[in-house]
C-alpha cells in the first residue's frame, strides 16, 4: 500500500490503497493540478459536489483535510479529502480517524473515472447523472451503451459518432459512413445497441463542460471490421464532447492507433509523408484540404506524422468528412500535449494497459519528474475511457502510480517507444480547458512538438529528437546543393569546364564523375599499384588528353592511381563484348576502341614517361594475364573460354598499355610485368621496370604468347595478323592468350613501339 | 514591412506572389521578374567557389526610386524576393535576413507537406500567415 500524501493534519499518515491511489490520482487529474501541485479548485468543488454529498459535508472534509487551512487542495489535502469523501459516502464521519481504515473509493455522479470498484456503482449512477447531465450528454449522441458492453466488446476502435449533436445512435450507423469504415458505432456492435449513450458518467465535469468521455459508451465499433477497410472512418464523430468536437475519445484514439498499426507496425516510428499522404486521400477529401489538415497536425515539422500527430490528422479529417469545417488552427484539444495523452491510452486500451501508465513512463524524463501528480492522475481518468479494463487499468495505474511510476511504467509498457513524443496521457474525460491548462505544463516536457514550434524549427539542420532526426533523414530533404559549378545558364558550359578542370584536377584527386568503379581487377592492380604512381602520374597526365579515357580514368578511385581508372573501364567496356564474343576473337576489337582514342601527341617528356611507366606496368600486367590464361587453358585443356576477363589495351600516344583484367594469380603478375617490362624494353619503350624477378620471368617467358616479332617494324602488318598469333614453345594456341595478344597487336599504331608480345618471344 | 512578397521556382515562374493591393500588381510582378536576372548574375558570381559557401541571403539587389528589392536564394534554386518601400528606412539588413529566413523556415513546411507537389502554386494557409505577417499592413 502506497501511503498517501501527508495528510494536512499532519503528521498522522492516512494510508492510501492501490485503488484508491490510482482513483485519487485521476481525480486530482481531472482536477487540473498545476505545476505547483495545487488543484483547481473549482474542479475540486465540481469533484465534491459529483460526491453528491450534502454541501455541509462538503465543507467539513475541506476543513478537516486541511484545504481550507491552506487555501488551495493540495495533492495530500486533496487525497485526505477524497477519502473523506468515500467515508462520508460509507456513512462514516467526516474526520481523519475514519478514513483511516479501508474504505471504498468515493463514488462520484458522472464520474468517468472508472474505477473498478465504481464502476458498478457508476454504472447505475451514470444512468442517473446521465440525465441529469442530459444536457451535456446531448452533446454526446453516444448511447449509453453500457459500458460494461462497451468494454466487452473489447474493440474499442470505434469511433463515436459524429459529433453532431447527440442524435441517436440511430443516427450513427447510417451516418457513419459505413463505407468508411464502419465507424458507425452503433451498427456493429450493436446489435442491440445503438444505444449509445454517452456515459455521461464521464461527465462529471461534462457538465460543466460536457466534454464527457466519450468513451464511455463508445460503441467499439468493429473493430476489425473498420479497421480491415483502410478507409477513414468518416463518422467518428465525438460523441462526447458537444462542445469539443476536437477532442479525441478513446475509442477514436484507439481506432486510429489501430489505423496507424496497419500502416506502420511500430507506434514509435513515423509514418513518412508520402505514405501518410497515399493514405489519407483515401478520404476523398479534396487535396488542399488534406494540405490544410498536414500542416495543422504536422507539429514538428518534419514530414511525418507520429502517432499523435497522426491520430490528430486522422481526426481532423474525419471531423471534415463530418461536416466540420477545417480551423484555421490546431484546436487546443489536439495540441500535442492532448494528442499525445491520448495517444497513450487508445495504445493502452488496445494492449490491455492502461493509457496512463503509458503515458507517463513515456515522459518519463521531463513530465514526470515534473509532475508526478499529474501524470497519477492520468492514469486514473484514462482508465475512465478503458472502462473495458479497468481492473486491469487500475491495476497497472496502482502500479505505476505507486512507485516510481516513470521507470515502472515504462518497463511494464510497451508503448515506451512513444516517449519521445508522448506527454502524460490525460484523461479524455477533462474539459479542454482542463487540457489546454495542462497543456503548457506539459508543453515543457512534450518537448519535441511545442519547442520544435516554438524555436525557430531547426529543419533539417537539427533535431530535437530522434525521431526528427529520422525524419529528417527520411524524407527528401530540399534538394541538395548541386555538385554543378556556378554556371548560371548554360550548366553544359560548365561541364565542359569541370572537364577540363577535371582532367587537369585528375592528379590532385578531384573528379567530376561518377564514384569509381569498385575495382575489379585487383590482382593486376596490386601489382601495379606500388610502382605504378608513377605511371599513374603519367597516365594522369595522359589522361586529359583522352577525350573517352577521361571518364573512365576518373571513376576508379584515386589511391589506386590514375592507372587503374583507365584499366577499368576499358576492361568493362571489352569485358562485355568479349564475354558476348569468342574471348579468342573479341579481343581485336575490344582492344580496337581504345585503340582508337589514340591521344593526341602532345606528350610532354614528363608525361611520356609517365606513360611509359604505364605502359610498362600494363604490359607487365598483360603478360600476367596471358600467362595465366595459358596455364588455365593448359589445364582445363579448354580450347575455348577466356579465363581470366579481357584484357584492354590502351594506347597513349605512342605507347600501348596492355590493361588486363581479372588477373588473379599476384606472382604470375609478378612475372608478367617484369615480362612487360621486358617487352617494352625490347621494343624501345623506355619502360620502368617495376619489379624484376627474373626468374619468374623465364618461366613466364616459357608460357606467354609470343609476340610477333616484327612488331616494331611492320605494326601494320601486326594488326593484320592480329589474330595469328605464333604459338607460344610449349602452349597451344588458345583463344584467351590470343585474345590477349590480338588486344595489343590491333592496338598497336604504325609508329608505335610493339607491345609484349615481341617480348615475350625472346 | 514588405511591400511585396515573391517566391519563385527555380525554373523561374512563380510559385507564390503578394503584394499589398493597394499598389498597382502589376508593377510588383514586373519588378520582381526583373529582379530574376539580378539574382542569377549574383548567384553566378558567388559560384566560382563552392556552393556551400556561397550565401542564401543575396541582399539588396536594386534599389529604385519607390523601393528596394532584396534577394534570397536557397540551395535548391528557388528564390525568395522582397520588395520594400524606399521610404521604409526603418527596415534594417538584420530584419531583412529574418524575413527570408521566416520566409524560408514557412517554405521548407510546405515542402514537407506530402500534398504538395513540388512546382504547383504554394497554396498553404499557413505560408499565407506569414506572408501576411511580414506584408506592410495598411492595406
Known sequence: MDRGPGTASGGSFISISENEQRCYSGLSTLCQADSSGKLAASKVGELFRASQLPAETLHQI?????????????????????????????????????????????????????????????????????????AASESVPRAPMDRGAVRHQGSISERKEPWSPPPSPCRSPPDSPLSYHSYAYSIPRNGADAHLGQTPGVSVWAQDTSSPLHYGAKPPMEHTSSRHSAERPVDHGIVDYPDDPWRITPEQREYYTNQFRSVQPDLGALILGSVARNFFTKSK??????????????????????LAEFC??????????????????????????????????????????????????????????ERTEPLISFEEPDPGPSLQEKSESEHKALLSEMITPKQDLAEELPQSAFSPKRAPVTTDQEKPPERFHRAPEQDPPHEPEPHVRSRARPRSYSSTSIEEAMKKAEQ????????????????????????????????????????????????????????????????????????????????????????????????????????????????????????????????????KKDVQLAIRKNKETNAVLMRLNSELQQQLKVGAAFPLGCCALYTLGKFQVLTLVRLQVPPLLVSLRTLAEQSARRMGFPLRAMHHQPACWLSVAAHVIPVRDTLPSSPKQQQGDGKRIPPLPNMTQRPGTEAVLQSELPQAPPTRGEPIPCHCRS | MAVCIAVVAKENYPLYIRSVPSENELKFHYTVHTSLDVVEEKVSAVGKVLVDQRELYLGLLYPTEDYKVYGYVTNSKVKFVIVVESSNTSLRDNEIRSMFRKLHNSFTDVMCNPFYNPGDLIQSKAFDSVVSSMMVQAC
Open chain 1, 285 to 306: 477529401l479534396p487535396i488542399p484540404e488534406l494540405s490544410h489538415i498536414w500542416e495543422l497536425s504536422d507539429m514538428d515539422r518534419d514530414g511525418a506524422l507520429t
Open chain 1, 62 to 134: 475541506t476543513d478537516v483535510c486541511g484545504a481550507k487551512r491552506l487555501g488551495y487542495f493540495g495533492s495530500g489535502q486533496f487525497y485526505v479529502a477524497l477519502k473523506l469523501l468515500a467515508a462520508a459516502q460509507a456513512g462514516l464521519p467526516v474526520s481523519l480517524e475514519s478514513i483511516k481504515e479501508e474504505l471504498p473509493l468515493p463514488r462520484f455522479a458522472d464520474m468517468k473515472d472508472d474505477r473498478d470498484p465504481r464502476y458498478p456503482s457508476r454504472s447505475q449512477s451514470s444512468d442517473t447523472p446521465s440525465h441529469q447531465s442530459a
Open chain 1, 476 to 607: 527528401p530533404p530540399t534538394p541538395p546543393p548541386r555538385p554543378q559549378k556556378s554556371h548560371s545558364r548554360a550548366s553544359s558550359l560548365d561541364l565542359n569546364r569541370l572537364f577540363q578542370q577535371g582532367t587537369h584536377g585528375l592528379k590532385s584527386g578531384y573528379l567530376p564523375h561518377p564514384p569509381a568503379l569498385p575495382p575489379r581487377p585487383t590482382a593486376t592492380q596490386i601489382p601495379h599499384v606500388p610502382p605504378s604512381t608513377e605511371q599513374s602520374s603519367q597516365k594522369a597526365v595522359r589522361q586529359p588528353d583522352f577525350a573517352d579515357f577521361d571518364r573512365f580514368r576518373e571513376e576508379p578511385p584515386q589511391e589506386m592511381g590514375l592507372l587503374q581508372p583507365p584499366q577499368k573501364p576499358l576492361r568493362r567496356k571489352y569485358h562485355p563484348e568479349s564475354q558476348a564474343r569468342d574471348p579468342a576473337q573479341t579481343f581485336g576489337s575490344p582492344a580496337h576502341p581504345p585503340g582508337g582514342n589514340r591521344p593526341p601527341q602532345k606528350l610532354s617528356s614528363g608525361q
Open chain 1, 312 to 369: 490528430t490528422a486522422f481526426h481532423l479529417i474525419v471531423a471534415r468528412k463530418n461536416g466540420y469545417p477545417l480551423p484555421e488552427s490546431l484546436p487546443p484539444s489536439l495540441l500535442p500535449s492532448f494528442a499525445e495523452k491520448d495517444a497513450a491510452p487508445p495504445k493502452l486500451v488496445s494492449e490491455d494497459m492502461f493509457f496512463e501508465t503509458s503515458g507517463a513512463p513515456q515522459q518519463t524524463d521531463l513530465v514526470l519528474a
